[in-house]
């Protein structure tokens, strides 16, 4: 099993100093990856947590590609209604360069509506935008010219293209994974509701002639360690490929108590 954990990129941790020495402690402890979540405009009613702080995924991922050196890098999940598909395409394959080609892109369709309103974009088109988005990406990283709106241009540099993960549930994640992704990235409780639900991605692959996907599941994981490795056997026994562990922390030290015992599991 693969084990990440999330970087908290909000609130009074996302400084540079305490994001710095997380993401160092989460390599030195062996930890396979780090994860930062998207959030663009919370509203002043819905900022227990934050207080409203959020850095920019993407430039969190760069900053962090520099402060580290073989961690893997991850968003989980980045909104893609909330940008245009050509920007984020350069954005992201800059990143992936920088980075050494660290990065795995969690891609979702949103769910927040305020963030949507002061977006000024249409909640109800996020599915189409997302399939739109995704199947502009894959052609941007298949592709040294690719077109948008009817120009030609190049696209530059091209690193290999992150693999790509769809958040969501199913039955349309499962189906915009398969059409478009490399894998799945739901948020997950129960490995034996899991295991249902990543047995029907893989029929859904194989209907379309593809290999199995790769499933990588955001959760929480016991403080026991006991408890905490059989859970982690049961997501594996599930057909889940990575646990990105998530959880609050108030220091560095919090953090690093939670990445030792992560890491602890990762080497078991």
């Known amino acids: 099993m693969r084990i990440g954990t999330t970087l908290r990129n909000m609130g009074a941790e996302s400084t540079p100093k305490v994001m710095g020495e997380c993401a160092h402690i989460a390599e030195s402890v062996g930890l396979e990856s780090i994860w930062v979540v998207d959030h663009i405009a919370i509203p002043p009613d819905d900022a227990e947590g934050s207080g409203g702080r959020y850095l920019d995924p993407l430039a969190s991922l760069a900053w962090l590609a520099g402060r580290t050196e073989r961690i893997l890098l991850g968003v989980g999940v980045l909104i893609l209604p909330y940008r245009p598909p050509l920007p984020t395409a350069k954005t992201i394959a800059t990143v992936q360069e920088l980075s050494g080609e660290r990065m795995i892109l969690g891609a979702g369709v949103g769910w927040m509506q305020p963030e949507f309103d002061a ?6 088109r ?3 935008d997302t399939d739109a988005t995704l199947a502009f990406l894959n052609d941007c990283f298949a592709n040294d010219e690719v077109a948008a709106n009817g120009q030609p241009f190049l696209f530059k540099p091209r690193p290999r293209k992150p693999p790509i993960l769809v958040g969501g549930g199913p039955p349309h994640a499962l189906e915009r994974a ?16 899991i295991a249902v639900q990543t047995a029907e991605l893989q029929r859904l692959a194989a209907a379309a002639g593809r290999e199995p996907l790769e499933v990588t599941a955001m959760t929480g994981l016991p403080e026991d360690p006991v408890a905490a490795a059989e859970r982690v056997a ?3 026994d599930a057909g889940v490929d990575r646990i990105v ?10 953090f690093a108590a939670r ?5 602890a599991l990762s080497d078991s």
């Not at 977006?119 to 109800?124: A, E, F, H, P, T």
């Not at 562990?245 to 919090?254: D, L, Q």
């Open 119 to 124: 977006l000024g974009v249409d909640r109800s």
């Open 126 to 128: 996020r599915g189409r």
């Open 178 to 193: 398969v059409r478009y992704g490399d894998g799945w990235l739901p948020m997950a409780r129960e490995p034996a509701k």
């Open 234 to 236: 049961a997501f594996a």
């Open 245 to 254: 562990a998530g959880g609050r922390y108030g220091s560095v030290a919090e």
């Open 259 to 263: 990445a030792e015992a992560l890491g």
